[in-house]
């Protein structure tokens, strides 16, 4: 079992700055990959970025360029720094461990 926790959502200016947390606790010896994905109101929940325990990533288009997802294996945690905020970056914020764990998810508001 894993537990996950985000944190680092809030509310920002439009061209601004966040980063994004995702704590991974317990049974984290077999994790080989952690996303960020992200839902929007009315919207489905998508995949916004992953990397592998290889250090390996991918990113939606949609944010490339412009958030950055890196990981610290000492701490289990999994941080998304993004960049150039736009208001359609506007959601709450999930992290996913394994494909099977979900955290509560962090509310990400972008102002125009």
């Known amino acids: 079992q894993v537990q996950v926790v985000e944190s680092g959502g809030g509310l920002v200016q439009a061209g601004g700055s966040l980063r994004l947390s995702c704590a991974a606790s317990?049974?984290?010896?077999?994790?080989?990959?952690i996303g960020w994905y992200r839902q929007a109101p009315g919207k489905q929940r998508e995949l916004v970025a992953t990397?592998?325990?290889?250090?390996?990533?991918n990113y939606a288009d949609s944010v490339k360029g412009r958030f950055t997802i890196s990981s610290d294996n000492a701490k289990n945690t999994v941080y998304l720094q993004m960049n150039s905020l736009k208001p359609e970056d506007t959601a709450v914020y999930y992290c996913?461990?394994?494909?099977?764990?979900w955290g509560q998810g962090t509310q990400v508001t972008v102002s125009s």
């Open positions: 317990g049974s984290t010896f077999s994790i080989n990959a």
């Open positions: 990397i592998s325990s290889g250090g390996s990533t």
């Open positions: 996913n461990v394994q494909n099977i764990y």
